[in-house]
């Protein structure tokens, strides 16, 4: 399995081809439906979710990771999670593993959101979209690159 750095510079590089894939997606003369929420805004919030996620919100969550260190005192908000998830169990399924740390991120966000008097319905679902897709992408791109490398490693 790849180590916390491998993982960050292999979830940059997919992030810069999705980037470019966007961004060339917006340009085109005939666009497909799901550009019209493409826009310099969703791609920034996009981009700033999926970073956000490669280095607080990885898979290994469920070890004493950089991920999980990375949270400072607040990471006794994941150390539920930790406890919960024997490592590379449910935290590397790709839908259990971006649900499971989507849940426990709403357990931790809404709570101060209401607690700061702000109005969920007030969040516009462009942002709510770029944000989670941002996040899922980045786990997805952890969970899928860590069974390719060992499926490379089991066949030597
Ligand atoms: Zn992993």
Excluded: C
Excluded at 35 to 49: D, G, S
Excluded at 86 to 115: E, T
């Amino acid at each position: 399995m790849p180590g916390g750095k491998m993982h960050e510079m292999i979830n940059v590089a997919v992030l810069m081809v999705t980037i470019s894939g966007l961004i060339y997606f917006t340009t085109l003369k005939e666009p497909a439906e799901f550009i019209n929420y493409l826009n310099a805004y969703t791609i920034l919030i996009f981009a700033a979710a999926y970073v956000f996620a490669t280095f607080f919100l990885s898979p290994d969550l469920d070890i004493d990771s950089k991920p999980y260190k990375r949270w400072g005192i607040l990471r006794v908000l994941w150390w539920p999670y930790k406890v919960i998830f024997k490592h590379r169990g449910f935290s590397h399924n790709p839908i259990l593993g971006p649900l499971s740390i989507l849940i426990n991120l709403a357990l931790i966000v809404v709570p101060l959101l209401l607690l700061a008097g702000f109005g969920m319905q007030n969040l516009p679902a462009g942002f709510i979209i770029a944000t989670i897709a941002g996040i899922v992408l980045s786990i997805e791109v952890h969970i899928i690159s860590d069974a390719f490398i060992s499926k490379m490693k089991s066949a030597f």
